[in-house]
């Protein structure tokens, strides 16, 4: 029998960025290995990836605008609104449960799949007032899911119980939880153009406005936590590019590599921040890592880590790459 399998793009290159034009050769020069999927060359539904999770297996799950993929020991599985109880064909966010359930936010209503069982809400069924789902978060230390939408912050306890949280109405970008369990998101104010990023703890919030900060206009677009538990903002406008990271209330902006623009999406791996925008690039230094994936000109909107030390990156209009470094 034909063994079904995406066809793997191996491709070793020589991690540089441009600048107006000109190569930068970094001093994190090496060698790398990439991994391609896209709908050409493998079972990827559609080349727009929004959002990626990744289990304690290697399982992979991939939400594109036509539907939700799980790659489980090289078997794609494909899940769309005519074969499975998932509200909407495009998935918008992604997060997972310590046991591998997944959380798939869409834009029509929300889905939780365990494998077998499909639970779906929608303002129709649950307390949600918007269904179209920005983001999501789960703590795995109290198995509470957080839910951002266009229209307010919903929680789901360990029972599945959802509380619709009042933001006004602001949208919700991005949000994620501390070491302690409190909840930091990040809003988008429209009627005033200004972004927010605020914690929620204990039924308080404490609000951070962007514009005071000195960006104004600015989107919160990702959040991450740190191992000394600060948090960490990507921040992206008109005049911003940006990451910021708060320690005990004080901010601080993270030297911008040259070249890097665009920026989307955060990951952390040990000490090094990952930024996902026109490129990828390693915050910290201006003279740090920056790299393009090869033949492509697109956004990177998500990103994600395996066992393995292979970052997964999610593109607008690429599909799905797999980053890694061979010395």
């Not at 799950?61 to 489980?72: H, M, N």
């Not at 952390?268 to 930024?275: F, M, N, R, Y």
């Amino acid at each position: 029998m034909k063994r079904q399998l995406a066809l793997l793009s191996m491709i070793f290159v020589t991690a540089s960025c441009s600048v107006e034009n000109t190569e930068i050769t970094t001093p994190q020069e090496h060698e790398v290995e990439w991994i391609i999927y896209n709908k050409e060359n493998s079972k990827l539904p559609d080349n727009q990836v929004n959002a990626l999770a990744i289990d304690d297996q290697d399982n992979k799950w991939i939400g594109t605008a036509k539907g939700l993929v799980r790659i489980k020991n090289e078997t794609w599985t494909i899940f769309t609104h005519a074969n499975s109880s998932l509200p909407s064909d495009h998935v918008t966010a992604l997060t997972l449960e310590n046991d591998g359930t997944v959380w798939v936010g869409t834009d029509d209503g929300l889905a939780r799949f365990d494998g077998n069982n499909w639970s779906v809400y929608t303002n129709e069924n649950s307390v949600l007032t918007n269904n179209n789902i920005k983001c999501l978060a789960h703590d795995t230390k109290v198995n509470v899911t957080w839910i951002g939408t266009d229209e307010g912050l919903v929680k789901a306890d360990k029972n599945l119980s959802l509380e619709h949280i009042s933001v006004a109405d602001n949208t919700i970008l991005s949000v994620t939880t501390d070491h302690y369990g409190a909840l930091w998101v990040g809003f988008f104010k429209s009627f005033a153009f200004i972004g927010q990023i605020s914690k929620y703890e204990n039924g308080v919030w404490q609000h951070h406005n962007l514009h005071n900060l000195g960006y104004p206009s600015s989107f919160p677009y990702g959040l991450a936590i740190d191992k000394n538990n600060a948090v960490l903002a990507v921040l992206a406008g008109t005049s911003t590019r940006a990451v910021i990271r708060n320690n005990e209330s004080n901010w601080e902006e993270i030297t911008r590599p040259d070249g890097a623009r665009g920026l989307k999406t955060i990951l952390l791996e040990d000490e090094k921040i990952w930024v996902g925008g026109n490129s990828l690039a390693i915050f910290g230094s201006k003279n740090a890592e920056c790299v393009q994936i090869p033949g492509q000109e697109t956004l990177i909107q998500a990103m994600a880590l395996d066992s393995k030390g292979r970052k997964w990156l999610g593109t607008m209009a690429g599909g799905l790459a797999g980053y890694k470094p061979i010395k």
